[in-house]
T-cell receptor
Framework: GAVVSQHPSWVICKSGTSVKIECRSL??????MFWYRQFPKQSLMLMAT?????????EQGVEKDKFLINHASLTLSTLTVTSAHPEDSSFYIC??????????????FGPGTRLTVT | SQQGEEDPQALSIQEGENATMNCSYK?????LQWYRQNSGRGLVHLIL?????REKHSGRLRVTLDTSKKSSSLLITASRAADTASYFC??????????FGTGTRLKVLA
């Protein structure tokens, strides 16, 4: 089956620093990847849609200068949280989309990255 | 917000009982999916139901979809302690974006 990995699985950083999270599709190519944020005991909220070779599309209310997304290849998207603050502490989940044989799109989710900003 | 609503928010049942959780959404959809998430972990895909389907089964799971009411339900039969998790519905519309519901936290007591 399609596998999506994230690295790191958890990270602790100091306030004011930047941290990069990688999302990889291991056995398929994904022209589109998505980044979600999940606060404790809450649902997943879509942050942005990442298309290979073009700029990401951010959802309303998400600061594009704070959450930098790069989708440089068909198997890798990165999310960089710049100048992180404690309120950015969250669980970040990526997903990668591929087209199934029936012409439908399917999304596969990564295991998530727990970010704690101290 | 386009986010779907799920109820109940939390559900506690005894092992062996059935668990039912409901999802209501706001926009038209291509399909609706249910996911499980154990505490602090990633999502596990459970089942997908397309907009032209009304019911689907997978093992102990039964999903129904009523597009006229914009609602879906997930039934877990003969629940086990290992079913303890949060359950989310996700609707997929024309843009193929996934919009997640608010989630139901299920606790199955042994």
């Amino acid at each position: 089956g399609a596998v999506v990995s994230q690295h790191p699985s958890w990270v602790i950083c100091k306030s004011g620093t930047s941290v990069k999270i990688e999302c990889r599709s291991l056995d398929f190519q994904a022209t589109t990847m998505f980044w979600y944020r999940q606060f404790p005991k809450q649902s997943l909220m879509l942050m942005a849609t990442s298309n290979e070779g073009s700029k990401a599309t951010y959802e309303q209310g998400v600061e594009k200068d704070k959450f930098l997304i790069n989708h440089a290849s068909l198997t890798l998207s990165t999310l960089t949280v710049t100048s992180a603050h404690p309120e950015d502490s969250s669980f970040y989940i990526c997903s990668a989309r591929t087209q199934s044989g029936g012409g439908f799109y399917e999304q596969y989710f990564g295991p998530g990255t727990r970010l704690t900003v101290t | 917000s386009q986010q779907g609503e799920e109820d109940p928010q939390a559900l506690s049942i005894q092992e062996g009982e059935n668990a039912t959780m409901n999802c209501s959404y706001k926009t038209s959809i291509n399909n609706l999916q249910w996911y499980r998430q154990n505490s602090g972990r990633g999502l596990v895909h459970l089942i997908l139901i397309r907009s032209n389907e009304r019911e689907k089964h997978s093992g102990r799971l039964r999903v129904t979809l009523d597009t006229s009411k914009k609602s879906s339900s997930l039934l877990i039969t003969a629940s086990r302690a290992a079913d303890t998790a949060s359950y989310f519905c996700a609707t997929v519309g024309g843009t193929y974006k996934y919009i997640f519901g608010t989630g139901t936290r299920l606790k199955v007591l042994a």
